[in-house]
T-cell receptor, first 110, second 115 residues
Framework: DAKTTQPPSMDCAEGRAANLPCNHS???????VYWYRQIHSQGPQYIIH???NNETNEMASLIITEDRKSSTLILPHATLRDTAVYYC???????????FGQGTTLQVKP | ETGVTQSPTHLIKTRGQQVTLRCSSQ?????VSWYQQALGQGPQFIFQ???????GRGNFPPRFSGLQFPNYSSELNVNALELDDSALYLC??????????????FGPGTRLTVL
């Protein structure tokens, strides 16, 4: 599984868009990019995943660069409840495991 | 639809003891994965069960073992507890096996403290 690199922490103002970057320069063609978040002392929560195309759901948007070496998770209107650790994971085929890194701690401020 | 549940919520054990943690998967999910999360770290994959068989294992010693039952619920057993086993233990279920496009749904975890 490809390694992912994320900034350790970010701040965002409440109501503004939060853009969380992730580098996965060694990702292979069959690896999906997954995003999870973990609010303090709770289990990780699935947000979104994608392979090549940009994806959007009710929680967030995922923008994957054309070369697939990086991606950005966008929370369009961050709220205080979005304060959490966000994990970017490159998940390969034929494996059920998720390899979590250190993630990005997003602090949404009023 | 009931989500993933885990029991107990918290547990305190002493070194050398054995512990069993339990997980009920989300309805319709036949795959369960277990993760260990030490304080301040991301979750680390322990192993996965698919249709009652172990299907992938992380870098954990044999004293970490598991079971999956016909109703797809699962147990994690840890023998000869060590202080470093203190962590949040997370269970995640997913539908239809290990396909990479199946998201995993996590339970709230069991906080194990080893004294």
């Amino acid at each position: 599984d490809a390694k992912t690199t994320q900034p350790p922490s970010m701040d965002c103002a409440e109501g503004r868009a939060a853009n969380l970057p992730c580098n996965h320069s060694t990702i292979s063609g069959n690896e999906y990019v997954y995003w999870y978040r973990q609010i303090h002392s709770q289990g990780p929560q699935y947000i979104i995943h994608g392979l090549k195309n940009n994806e959007t759901n009710e929680m967030a948007s995922l923008i994957i660069t054309e070369d697939r070496k990086s991606s950005t998770l966008i929370l369009p209107h961050a709220t205080l409840r979005d304060t959490a650790v966000y994990y970017c994971i490159a998940r390969s085929g034929n494996t059920g495991k998720l390899i979590f890194g250190q993630g990005t701690t997003l602090q949404v401020k009023p | 639809e009931t989500g993933v549940t885990q029991s107990p919520t918290h547990l305190i054990k002493t070194r050398g003891q054995q512990v069993t943690l339990r997980c009920s998967s989300q309805s319709g999910h036949n795959t369960v994965s277990w993760y260990q999360q030490a304080l301040g770290q991301g979750p680390q994959f322990i192993f996965q069960y698919y249709r009652e068989e172990e299907n992938g294992r992380g870098n954990f010693p044999p004293r970490f073992s598991g079971l999956q039952f016909p109703n797809y619920s699962s147990e994690l057993n840890v023998n000869a507890l060590e202080l470093d086993d203190s962590a949040l233990y997370l269970c995640a279920s997913s539908p239809q096996g290990i396909q990479q496009y199946n998201e995993q749904f996590f339970g709230p975890g069991t906080r194990l403290t080893v004294l």
